[in-house]
């Protein structure tokens, strides 16, 4: 994966996060629709413990993201 696409993936993923942990995102996947989007064992969590996931998603991501940007092999 080249650079541009590795941190153009960083930013859509970061969004979606940001709107999930901010902007209510968390209260209206609630129920299935967290089920589709997080994983099948989300679909029975509220709001609280979506959030939480999703940001414990985010600081493994961002350390994945910030060791892809100087070991190029762990981009995939």
């Not at 650079?3 to 993923?13: K, T």
């Not at 709107?19 to 989300?42: P, R």
Request: charged content about 10%.
């Amino acid at each position: 994966m080249s650079l541009i696409a590795w941190i153009v993936q960083f930013c859509c993923q970061s969004f979606v996060y940001k709107w999930i942990l901010s902007w209510g995102g968390a209260q209206q996947i609630e129920g299935w629709k967290a089920g589709l989007t997080l994983g099948w064992f989300t679909w029975d969590w509220n709001a609280e413990q979506i959030r939480f996931y999703v940001l414990i998603l985010w600081i493994f991501s961002s350390i994945w993201f910030v060791l892809g940007i100087f070991i190029p092999s762990l981009r995939f």
